[in-house]
């Protein structure tokens, strides 16, 4: 390219979509674009959409619109879950050139250097989604990084075809990333400064079960903790079943692993987990949150609840409400129940009103605050010196995280981006924690 072309990539919703943005990113710029900041005219945009919910289509749609018009010349390429299940949708956008699936992003990167040097957009948008089932796992990594931590996605797909969601269908079967090459990128990440790796997937804990049998998920987190200079390792979301008795012995004792895990939970009540067909019940979740807790006593559990479930009565609500108590999360991400077409809970009986979706996302919420509040109560009177990993700096404050995921901040005279210090809790605000250096 004789002249440097600009890029600006919106990634909308999970942390595996923005792991995938960066891999594309980095392609971007080792083949001579400049990646800048989609809210600025560039010269292409690529959007890397998400499927989760009927909000999360609307939102696809509009940004890929908003993109448009801050360039109606530009070219404009989709990827990700929605473009995956809806190609037909996204194409009816006028102005998109290019859309491809959730098996083949890597593709948007060939696909815009060739629109560049042919010189002009489509006239119909080329549609490249490839059926799922036949796919492996899409070869990507990243060298790079600009925050303290950095993603690595080590799965990809989903089974467990839960009555509401849609996952299945937009991400495929469960493929596992091969082990060697999970290890290699972390420990060049590691390497090259990073302080933070967090092992995400659309099914983090399934990591394994198309590899062979010695390369499961807790073998993994074994080898990753012996990677030379590794600091802290975090996890993305797991489902309950994962915390399985073998699983806790093997990574209790890890050094790296932060004692702070995301439970993929969605409701308190047996009789509603039956009905979005999880595969555990509310006695085996709390049983698994209890054995990692014995096992690592300093441990915090942060969690997804959805509310207002096709038939979730107020009974089966105020169980939800009581399993929160019971398990002390740090945080409940409260979600109201999206009817997703193409999805079992979609045509169940008893829809639930949205006013009542509403009143439960703020009762629920309410008590995920109130229980946060007293856990940070709890750990500022224990008085103990604790490490954390500054990430920002703002308003004479640095910021960043104990292993543990509680929010802190202390007032500095200069950035301490990617450096640990031991600090004393001091206060908080209901959320974040302010503290004094303890050296």
């Known amino acids: 390219m004789d002249k440097k072309i600009s890029c600006g990539i919106v990634t ?38 998400c499927t989760v919910t009927a909000e999360s289509d609307r939102k696809a749609r ?10 109606n010349n530009a070219y404009i390429l989709v990827t990700g879950c929605y473009s995956q299940v809806s190609p037909e949708d ?23 250097c060739e629109l560049v040097k042919g010189g002009k957009k489509n006239e119909a948008a080329e549609i490249c989604v490839p059926d799922l089932d036949k796919e492996g796992f899409e070869p990507m990594s990243i060298k790079r990084f600009e925050r303290t931590r950095a993603y690595v996605k080590i799965e990809d797909g989903c089974e467990s075809k839960c009555a ?10 469960i493929r596992s990333k091969p082990f060697d090459e999970v290890i290699n990128e972390v420990a060049e990440l590691t390497a090259g400064g990073c302080r933070e790796i967090v092992l995400t997937g659309i099914e983090t804990g399934s990591y394994g079960r198309d590899l062979p049998e010695k390369e499961d998920f807790g073998s993994l987190l074994y080898a990753v903790d012996k990677i030379d200079g590794i600091k802290r390792v975090r996890l993305g979301s797991l489902d309950p079943t994962v915390i399985k008795p073998e699983f806790v012995e093997k990574i209790k004792d890890l050094k790296s692993l932060a004692p702070h895990f995301h439970l993929s939970l969605q409701s308190g009540s047996s009789k509603t ?6 595969k555990y019940n509310a006695d085996q979740a709390l049983a698994s949150i209890e054995r990692l807790r014995a096992a690592m006593p300093d441990v915090k559990f942060t969690t997804d609840i959805i509310v207002g479930f096709p038939g979730e009565t107020e009974e089966d609500f105020e169980q939800s ?23 079992v809970a979609a045509t169940m009986k008893d829809q639930i009103p949205e006013q009542i979706k509403k009143e439960r996302v703020h009762k629920l919420s309410a008590i995920s605050r109130e229980i946060r509040s007293e856990i940070l109560d709890e750990k500022i009177a224990e008085g103990k010196s604790v490490s954390v990993l500054f990430e920002s700096w703002s308003d004479g404050y640095a910021k960043g995280h104990t292993a ?9 005279d200069k950035a301490l981006h990617s450096v640990f210090r031991n600090v004393i809790l001091l206060s908080h605000d209901g959320d974040i924690c302010e503290a004094k250096f303890a050296d």
């Open 321 to 343: 409400c009581e399993f929160a108590r019971r398990a002390r999360f740090l945080m409940i991400h409260v979600f109201p129940y999206s009817k997703r077409k193409g999805t």
């Open 90 to 112: 996204v194409a009816a956008i006028d102005g998109v050139d290019y859309i491809c699936g959730t098996s083949n992003k890597m593709t948007v990167c060939d696909k815009l």
């Open 273 to 278: 987990l039956a009905a979005m067909r999880r």
């Open 164 to 173: 509401y969601c849609t996952i299945p269908a937009s991400r495929g079967p």
């Open 12 to 49: 909308l919703g999970c942390k595996v979509n923005q792991y995938e943005s960066e891999a594309i990113a980095e392609k971007l710029e080792d083949m001579g674009f400049d990646i800048c900041d989609s809210g600025k005219i560039c010269d292409a945009y690529i959007i890397n959409t």
């Open 404 to 412: 543990d995921f509680i929010e802190v901040k202390v007032r500095s």
């Open 62 to 71: 509009q940004t890929i619109r908003r993109m448009m018009k801050q360039n």
